[in-house]
């Protein structure tokens, strides 16, 4: 059954409120021993997901009907362009990754000198 935003906000998901509450334990453990052990967490945190990412991969990998999947993925589908649908989801795709004007402030000084004499 759809449940929508007026059936109102539910019962909490406890392994939910258990993660929340184990990372912000986290937090403030790393933050109360100083700036010495944020170095060692920020090596794990900065490791951590690669790993995690590379672990995916060789999973998803490994499934029945990878080869299929990956085959399906990477094959293009050259009639899909003909379809009004594709181009509208695309229009929508470059509008949000222009957050309503500041990619465009970006691409825009792309185009400028590094020694472009501007208020710094």
């Known amino acids: 059954p759809d449940v929508g935003v007026d059936d109102g906000l539910g019962a909490l998901d406890w392994r939910l409120v258990g993660c929340i509450a184990f990372a912000w334990a986290v937090i403030f453990l790393t933050l109360a021993r100083g700036l010495k052990s944020s170095g060692k967490v920020a090596y794990f ?9 590379i672990t995916f991969l060789i999973k998803g990998a490994t ?58």
Not at 80 to 98: N, R
Request: glycine content about 8%; aromatic content about 20%; charged content about 15%.
């Open 45 to 53: 945190t900065a490791m951590f997901p690669y790993v995690v990412l």
């Open 63 to 120: 499934l029945k009907g990878a080869g299929e999947g990956i085959k399906y993925f990477i094959t293009p589908q050259w009639e899909k362009l003909a379809e009004p649908e594709v181009w509208y989801q695309a229009i929508t795709q470059c509008f949000f990754s222009l957050a309503v004007g500041f990619g465009s402030t970006t691409m825009y000084a792309s185009f400028n000198r590094f020694d472009h004499p501007i208020y710094r």
